[in-house]
T-cell receptor
């Protein structure tokens, strides 16, 4: 596996502000993803973070609201913009380590966001 | 489409067995199983690729029937540490890495 870290681990933000979440991996990975987990719910894929190019967003998520960067093979950021209380969730990055099977994917520790 | 997990919740005594099922309406390339404890991130348990293989380590194993698009997670001789919410994540046939997760199964193991 790999060591995945996220910053911040938690934050309380005011409505209308933005927060940038960082995901750092201790080794190069092939794929990086961002998920959201609303309170008591399952995990929902926000986007695939593509190295050196624009992220690929899932239905219901847009770049203006969730801009993502991935400048290299070990680091990515997710920004939650113009926040509202509905954005209160846990945001998790996930990585696929290898280009060959069995393609395990691991999650970072998550960022718990509360919007007031 | 989101895979369907069953049961939604199960309560066990230590030493008892449990089976958690995950069913998809679409063809799958792989099924991933995770366990999440309250306040923590999901922890990877295992991945099953199409081919009907069964995998396992220690007392947790899983199977994948690609024809039926179903996977099952088997927990034998359950321990207190097995408590948590179990999620299956399914990946479609294109192997993009994108996982769609089931709604979760909450497992509680009592002494």
């Amino acid at each position: 596996s790999a060591v995945i870290s996220q910053k911040p681990s938690r934050d309380i933000c005011q409505r209308g502000t933005s927060l940038t979440i960082q995901c750092q991996v201790d080794s190069q990975v092939t794929m990086m993803f961002w998920y959201r987990q609303q309170p008591g719910q399952s995990l929902t894929l926000i986007a695939t973070a593509n190295q050196g190019s624009e992220a690929t967003y899932e239905s219901g998520f847009v770049i203006d609201k969730f801009p993502i960067s991935r400048p290299n093979l070990t680091f990515s950021t997710l920004t939650v913009s113009n926040m509202s209380p509905e954005d209160s969730s846990i945001y998790l990055c996930s990585v696929r380590l290898r280009r060959i099977p069995p393609y395990e994917q691991y999650f970072g520790p998550g960022t718990r966001l509360t919007v007031t | 489409q989101q895979p369907v997990q069953s049961p939604q919740a199960v309560i066990l005594r230590e030493g008892e067995d449990a089976v958690i099922n995950c069913s998809s309406s679409k063809a799958l390339y792989s099924v991933h199983w995770y366990r999440q404890k309250h306040g923590e991130a999901p922890v990877f348990l295992m991945i099953l690729l199409k081919g009907g293989e069964q995998k396992g380590h220690e007392k947790i194993s899983a199977s994948f029937n690609e024809k039926k698009q179903q996977s099952s997670l088997y927990l034998t001789a359950s321990q207190l540490s097995y408590s948590g919410t179990y999620f299956c994540g399914t990946q479609g046939t294109s192997n993009t890495g994108k996982l769609i997760f089931g709604q979760g199964t909450t497992l509680q193991v009592k002494p």
